[in-house]
């Protein structure tokens, strides 16, 4: 594959070892360029790495090698996997193949990009707060954010550990099971895997949904503005009934679901900003001349990230500084816990949860930012996060099309429940065939 129409891609991969057989053989498949593979570059689509040639495999790419997948590229993203709508590579934003005009979504929008065009069968990408699942709907794809733990981080460069998951984007659900049949398991290099056998999900897909729970994310319907956007949800509802689904409305506290987007913003900052100390222009990575020491790394961190990254790192540190961490960083964990178990509650009585994946299709590039970011707004677009402070399972599937441009519908179900959250998106999958196509 040597195409980069959509600017998707920031270094091709000419495999150097013959293919293996295996599950996943035939594939074509994509690397976020923050998963290292041994000789290849991993930027993380920083000017501070730009230089950076990995030494070893991550895990999951081991695993996939493994597998029998041909790896082709390393995808772009957002630098440092911080931001939206992956405008802030080096290499320049990543183009929507179904509008080229409009974004792909971040940070992972270069792997949403390449599965989208159909020039891989799958792609890794990474979920910090959305940032597989709301490509996959700004791209109609299906992106898939595994249980926290499920699939090792060893080998990912981090955004923010307590938050980061490994996910996929794939066509089908169908792809997205096999690719977790082989991408999970205990892994030693890595302490938050989980030890539990690795299920035959792929075999697990054949649900009834007759009787089956629904639950809506109320809080987040109710301040979604596209009536198009809630026109092709309110369909689904319908089908979903048709087939004999309960639907029950569900509502977090309208202060605590405010919360969501701050307390994200200061946990993932807070955390970014001490993973990637490391980056100081003296192990690896961009490094430019300094009298002193102090001077090669200031420096080098000035030219080597960009404007976003340190506003974001800025942020952290304030969070982290003496008192700070008392007054904001220990609070927002606090409330972080509040908005978990308000969650957890949920699930008392629905097998799963599901809302609008993003309150609009795709923005354009040269969109101007929304004048006002309220509360409201930010509970549209960032209600996902709920996902990564809890660590339960959820997915995207495309759900219709506005205007010709994707929507996709966010499915989620509790923790470790990722067989019976893949079953549900499969059903949904099938009774929106050809809505999207």
Same mark, same amino acid.
């Given at each position: 594959? &040597?195409?980069?129409?959509?600017?998707?891609?920031?270094?091709?991969?000419?495999?150097?070892?013959?293919?293996?057989? #295996? &599950?996943?053989?035939?594939?074509?498949?994509?690397?976020?360029?923050?998963?290292?593979?041994?000789?290849?570059?991993?930027?993380?689509?920083?000017?501070?790495?730009?230089?950076?040639?990995?030494?070893?495999?991550?895990?999951?790419?081991?695993?996939?090698?493994?597998?029998?997948?041909?790896?082709?590229?390393?995808?772009?993203?957002?630098?440092?996997?911080?931001?939206?709508?992956?405008?802030?590579?080096?290499?320049?934003?990543?183009?929507?193949? =179904?509008?080229?005009?409009?974004?792909?979504?971040?940070?992972?929008?270069?792997?949403?990009?390449?599965?989208?065009?159909?020039?891989? +069968?799958?792609?890794? #990408?990474?979920?910090?707060?959305?940032?597989?699942?709301?490509?996959?709907?700004?791209?109609?794809?299906? #992106?898939?954010?595994?249980?926290?733990?499920?699939?090792? +981080?060893?080998?990912?460069?981090?955004?923010?550990?307590?938050?980061?998951?490994?996910?996929?984007?794939?066509?089908?659900? $169908?792809?997205?099971?096999?690719?977790?049949?082989?991408?999970?398991?205990?892994?030693? =290099?890595?302490?938050?895997?989980?030890?539990?056998?690795?299920? @035959?999900?792929?075999?697990?897909?054949?649900?009834?949904? $007759?009787?089956?729970?629904?639950?809506?994310?109320?809080?987040?319907?109710?301040?979604?503005?596209?009536?198009?956007?809630?026109?092709?949800?309110?369909?689904?509802?319908?089908?979903?009934?048709?087939?004999?689904?309960?639907?029950?409305?569900?509502?977090?506290?309208?202060?605590?679901?405010?919360?969501?987007?701050?307390?994200?913003?200061?946990?993932?900052?807070?955390?970014?900003?001490?993973? =990637?100390?490391?980056?100081?222009?003296?192990?690896?990575?961009?490094?430019?001349?300094?009298?002193?020491?102090?001077?090669?790394?200031? =420096?080098?961190?000035? $030219?080597?990230?960009?404007?976003?990254?340190?506003?974001?790192?800025?942020?952290?540190?304030?969070?982290?500084?003496?008192?700070?961490?008392?007054?904001?960083?220990?609070?927002?964990?606090?409330? +972080?816990?509040?908005?978990?178990?308000?969650?957890?509650?949920?699930?008392?009585?629905?097998?799963?949860?599901?809302?609008?994946?993003?309150?609009?299709?795709?923005? +354009?590039?040269?969109?101007?930012?929304?004048?006002?970011?309220?509360?409201?707004?930010?509970?549209?677009?960032?209600?996902?996060?709920?996902?990564?402070?809890?660590?339960?399972?959820?997915?995207?599937?495309?759900?219709?099309?506005?205007?010709?441009?994707?929507? #996709?519908?966010?499915? @989620?179900?509790?923790?470790?429940?990722?067989?019976?959250?893949?079953?549900?998106?499969?059903?949904?999958?099938?009774?929106?065939?050809?809505?999207?196509?």
């Amino acid at each position: 594959m &040597k195409n980069n129409e959509f600017n998707a891609v920031v270094s091709f991969v000419e495999m150097e070892n013959p293919i293996k057989d #295996g &599950k996943l053989s035939g594939w074509d498949v994509a690397l976020k360029d923050n998963i290292n593979m041994k000789g290849t570059l991993t930027t993380a689509s920083s000017h501070m790495l730009s230089n950076y040639k990995s030494i070893y495999n991550a895990t999951v790419v081991e695993k996939l090698l493994d597998a029998g997948v041909n790896v082709v590229a390393k995808a772009s993203m957002d630098e440092l996997g911080m931001g939206g709508y992956n405008l802030t590579a080096h290499t320049g934003p990543v183009l929507n193949p =179904h509008n080229k005009a409009c974004s792909a979504g971040g940070s992972s929008g270069g792997s949403a990009a390449l599965v989208a065009s159909g020039l891989v +069968r799958m792609a890794l #990408g990474t979920d910090t707060g959305d940032s597989v699942r709301k490509p996959a709907s700004y791209t109609g794809v299906v #992106g898939f954010k595994p249980s926290y733990g499920l699939i090792s +981080r060893y080998g990912v460069i981090p955004y923010a550990g307590s938050l980061d998951h490994v996910g996929v984007f794939t066509q089908t659900v $169908e792809d997205a099971a096999i690719s977790l049949e082989v991408l999970a398991g205990k892994d030693p =290099h890595d302490m938050t895997t989980l030890d539990k056998d690795v299920v @035959s999900y792929s075999n697990l897909l054949n649900i009834n949904l $007759e009787g089956k729970r629904i639950g809506i994310f109320k809080n987040v319907v109710d301040v979604i503005e596209d009536e198009n956007v809630l026109d092709v949800f309110n369909n689904l509802l319908s089908k979903l009934e048709s087939k004999g689904a309960i639907l029950v409305e569900k509502s977090l506290d309208q202060d605590l679901a405010r919360t969501l987007f701050p307390t994200y913003s200061v946990i993932s900052n807070a955390e970014a900003i001490t993973h =990637h100390a490391n980056l100081d222009g003296l192990r690896f990575g961009l490094s430019k001349e300094g009298e002193t020491l102090e001077e090669v790394m200031i =420096h080098s961190r000035s $030219e080597g990230f960009g404007l976003q990254v340190k506003e974001r790192f800025i942020y952290g540190a304030y969070a982290l500084e003496n008192d700070n961490q008392f007054t904001i960083y220990d609070q927002a964990r606090k409330v +972080r816990q509040l908005l978990v178990d308000a969650y957890t509650a949920f699930y008392d009585d629905v097998d799963v949860m599901i809302v609008p994946a993003s309150p609009s299709t795709a923005p +354009r590039l040269d969109a101007d930012a929304k004048d006002s970011k309220t509360d409201l707004f930010l509970i549209a677009e960032n209600h996902m996060v709920i996902n990564n402070f809890s660590g339960y399972p959820s997915i995207t599937v495309p759900m219709g099309l506005i205007d010709n441009m994707p929507i #996709g519908v966010n499915i @989620s179900a509790f923790k470790q429940e990722d067989a019976k959250l893949l079953g549900f998106a499969k059903q949904f999958e099938t009774i929106l065939e050809g809505e999207h196509a």
